[in-house]
């Protein structure tokens, strides 16, 4: 059944503002949202265009009074409705993050916001008071941490099924900067060129901030210190493509990072490799419904996504049944889903509490922040070992 | 953006006719509806418990008066109003279909059917006539064909980049049935455990046709003739649970199938490898967004959805960009959105011709009744060579 | 240590027949029978042409005495010394086969022959008998049951890992006769292309056997009935090369056999996956070091060459430790190396019992005679199942 | 035929010190020896212990009187024989492989060594001084450089296959030293436990040396900085298992490093990915046999061992044909053979030019020294980039 019109007689409403026709991570927003028909979307403010803004709302089947030209409109307009939005998902450029965040919790909606959290770490700080202060509930879209077998991955870790942590290996390896491309793209380039959007670091923003929470989830350890290399690998490029990361784990643990966008033809290669005292477990993005699994002493398991064994936390995760493979767009879903799961038990005055939410928060999101501006720090004092703590 | 609302204004208006809560098949239906956001699921009936039927519908969001309690109360109501539905979804035992499709044909809505498409072969012959007489829309539900890699595969063999065909083999391999669980269920046996709701085959009715089907589909090639080895390899076993089969194509072709429920372990196991005088594919659904391309005497090619070189009508059926796995409801849903493209042509005074129709049709799921009974009969006289053709 | 020497104080003393320069059988068994260093290569006869074949004994560090021109004089001058061969290695064109190792009997010599045995029936089953009555010590070179997988595979059957067998699948798929090559190959055509020297079959006298052999060298069972479709799926060819099998095992089992020379682009593909009523296990040459396994209810597992839980029958079949793969050379060695014991032992009075000798028998090589022969006849009655039974 | 015999009319002499019996690498040296029929083992020291060292000798069909009991036995007196060996294989311990080397080159033999090179660095540069001073052929066992699929990997950057080279990533995971073993084998501890046998880092010297050798191969650059973090990550281990390191190549490419031998379950785990601006490939010495290449804008490749587009320097590599896998024995006899065609050449008076050298030699030997050196000295100082060239 649908346990959000079973708890409170209808869907949530759904409000978006980014996203609009032609971006990627819209239409990723949207699939994700009707996947488990938990929220309509009612309210849209699509293009930093005002026209276009509103023409896209309505393509999408959005009334013509909530498909909003600007954010100034939506916030205003959606406030005064009885039937306003229960949630607002962002997916604007990152800069405007924090100020669109800042605007969402005063009205008491709940947020869904896309990654990194801020471009400024004070930003991000702020942030998580707030959000704290306020009780939001704040979804921070790593979105990696839907798939199942992550999720398995961590219900390993934290049942001793690896041991101790001894060392971790990461990988995000996408290929769109292998060439100079920006070179050509004169007329209108991409918000992503501009540093001043973009926050410190693009790798590090876009991906890095993945591989860094993926890396705390699934081993459930801090990030301490980082010693880095971040740079361009293409000549004549004025922005970061690859990072290579030396970390030190709150335990102890040792582990590298090698992130980039630069990878000549690379697929998306985000994966992961956990070492531990009584085994390894190794997860690729590309086949997310496998996990190899290295026991000490027997033989390799491919653990496989719905198959014998699976935790609780993981067998949630799962819609269809063993052998039919879900993806990226079920695991963007789960997302949604926990989120509507932890909107709903607080309407109805039964708030999830913290071990409960399975989803990230804005904490994750500061975190990933300050890791970015560690990394950094660490390349411009020369590949220093850098504190990459963040007590929020 | 959404193009249906553009093309006519509002969401397709979705049937469902069993599928109810705790089917495997029902919630798939559901999820591929939304994924696209062209269909807005309307009326159901959902158990053969009318008690049961409309508390499900209720508990998915359907309004009190469409979630109906019965078959017939759906065919009556839905046809007297004003918005009566646009198409209905069928996903009841085997032996129904029939009937029902014939009932929706008379109310002029579109038809989305599970297969098999009858559990008799004359059956079969006069729905598609009935069809092709009413000009219903049709579309049966091989959703392996939803695949974007399996239609690039189509189109590689029709753009010649295989050569002719000379062989092919193709496995169908699931572990649900390896041991004989049937003798513990006498509770409350599956349907699937009595021959008159499944038809002459359990194991071609289920997943044999699946084979079949993918085969045609991508071969573009009849399957003239089986020679058929068809029974049950789990001692006790009642119903049949494997299938060997030699077949010739039409172009004289020779190939083997191996279907089977019965493979301990066995994960889903459904592929194909073409063979032809250029080179060969190989495709797997557990891992469908890569195809193994062997062309004759140049490097192996591992072609991954949307990657580089996928053929347009690939194309269309991808979501999500390179990277970005998408895998089994993306499929389901492509026949959603393939149908939906057609009603919506049709609804606008300009149907799609049979060339631009990518989704399987009633034609298609009589062919797969045919090659049932024909591997049966086949069996039946010795695994002698049978005429598997129907001309419809 | 070296077992050979430490028990006879010598090597064994080798000579071979056929595999001359150029030859990629030749090289094999050479690199094989030094792998372990258990044999010295002393006497040699490797061309048809006598200058020729002198020439490249010498050329190969042979003694010019025992570089031998023919065959006859290899028999005659080898008898005649004190210091003669132990063991002839037999790799000339198949209708050879029979001939050569009647002699080599004759001699009491022990034989190493290449498949298939013989390309007569009778021939086979007359070799058979003067093996066994004269006590001679006789390896047929299946070599793909050298691979310590293949023989752990054996020994999970036997050791009821995987239950009762249900079925078998077996596959073997070549891609060197992918063309219609001989119609340019008219000034020197290889001997495979004639009938007189191949026996009744190409495509599976070259590699049925093989998969026939693996069949129930892993299951334990004997192919007991086929229903085959045999012939040439390249248009122009005179010669066979496709074959579709359905079979039965001894105890039941329904399996299927796909086996071609013919598949464009195809690497070398043999692979066969046994299902038993506990689990399944596949193995595929090409990636010799691992085997899947899937236990009915418990995680797929990776089993690789080496690692944890190999049964001591494969443990011997070993020689670098996990993580250093071995391959097609090695597996070929244990061949020689299983021979060699069995030489060295009966030299020293205490025979192998059959259960001791690894290697495949003469016995085996009938047996694959008679799996071709009752291929053809199946197919040539129109595909009816025919008995592939010899008792020998 | 066999090149060696053809030229000089014998096989090369072969001596070999240390890698007795139970030795993992002395079995690989004497397998890889024989693979080629170029050389005939005639002389050995295979113990520490006198008495075993001969027994040894003799068990594997060594003469008595070459089957030496000691070192001094052994130069001694085969420098004094008219049939002295060409080549001593060295492999004792790390730390007297240099004063071996020594004595060897005194002696004017060939020498095939174990990496590393030394236990230090001055050590090493005066080896190379006295290597190039006395002209003498020297092989470095940096053996996975002789894997087919390496050599065509560096010929494809030679070629400009893949462009400039931007990045590289290298890892080597072993799994030995996953647990404390050591504190149990306290009776007669492995020499590799003891620093002054070893060297300045187990690991580094171990597999580190290796993946830094792989790197220049394929690359054709220095590694000329590095910056490390070398250190245990097991709980109360005495000796380093793991090291992350951050490096630049010559022409300024960025890379980084993940090795260890604490990998819980690890098979072997050796691989390189090198990303240049037009492709990037990536290879594994577990599936050693397949390299994927991906070009920017084509598919994605699947290069086989032997398959189309082979180098002919990947070619000369290659023994037996396409589909039937070679492994790590047949890559460790290349530098046998290619050591072989070296001292031949020589002892013909016509020695190999440095471009016809396909073996490692002490320069590299030299230079992984020096990177084992900069890469504790970096971890020392705190993780600061350290210069790695060496001149030589």
């Given at each position: 059944m649908n346990p959000t019109i079973k708890a409170i007689g209808r869907k949530l409403r759904l409000g978006m503002i980014g996203g609009g026709p032609g971006s990627f991570i819209g239409e990723v927003h949207r699939i994700a949202a009707r996947m488990d028909d938990r929220y309509a979307l009612v309210a849209t403010m699509l293009s930093s265009n005002p026209q276009k803004s509103k023409e896209a709302g309505i393509s999408l089947g959005i009334t013509s009074d909530r498909a909003y030209s600007t954010a100034d409109e939506l916030f205003k307009k959606e406030s005064d409705r009885e039937d306003q939005i229960d949630v607002l998902a962002i997916m604007t450029p990152n800069d405007s993050h924090y100020a669109l965040s800042c605007r969402t919790i005063e009205k008491q909606w709940a947020i869904i916001c896309d990654k990194p959290l801020t471009t400024k770490l004070d930003d991000a700080i702020d942030l998580v008071k707030k959000v704290n202060d306020s009780n939001t509930?704040?979804?921070?879209?790593?979105?990696?941490?839907?798939?199942?077998?992550?999720?398995?991955?961590?219900?390993?870790?934290?049942?001793?099924?690896?041991?101790?942590?001894?060392?971790?290996?990461?990988?995000?390896?996408?290929?769109?900067?292998?060439?100079?491309?920006?070179?050509?793209?004169?007329?209108?380039?991409?918000w992503k060129m501009f540093p001043e959007k973009v926050g410190p670091s693009v790798v590090l923003g876009d991906i890095g901030t993945h591989a860094h929470h993926l890396t705390r989830f699934i081993t459930g350890e801090e990030v301490v210190r980082v010693c880095a290399d971040v740079g361009a690998v293409v000549p004549g490029r004025e922005f970061d493509d690859y990072a290579g990361v030396l970390i030190r784990l709150e335990n102890g643990a040792r582990g590298t990072m090698f992130i980039t966008q630069a990878g000549a033809g690379a697929e998306h290669g985000l994966n992961i490799r956990v070492f531990g005292s009584k085994g390894t477990i190794e997860w690729h993005q590309e086949r997310a419904g496998q996990m190899i699994y290295t026991p000490i002493a027997s033989p390799m398991q491919l653990i496989k996504r719905d198959g014998p064994g699976m935790y609780p936390a993981a067998k949630r995760a799962i819609r269809v049944s063993f052998g039919h493979p879900e993806a990226f767009y079920e695991a963007f879903a789960n997302l949604y889903k926990d989120t509507a799961d932890a909107i709903t038990a607080k309407m109805n005055g039964k708030p999830l509490s913290t071990d409960e939410i399975e989803f990230p928060t804005v904490e994750d999101g500061a975190k990933g922040v300050k890791f970015v501006e560690a990394c950094k720090e660490s390349t411009q004092n020369g590949s220093v070992w850098t504190d990459s703590v963040l007590d929020v």
């Open positions: 509930i704040f979804c921070q879209t790593f979105n990696y941490t839907g798939y199942p077998l992550v999720r398995h991955a961590r219900e390993m870790v934290r049942n001793g099924d690896l041991g101790d942590i001894h060392m971790v290996k990461v990988e995000y390896i996408q290929g769109h900067n292998a060439t100079l491309h920006e070179a050509e793209e004169t007329e209108n380039p991409h």
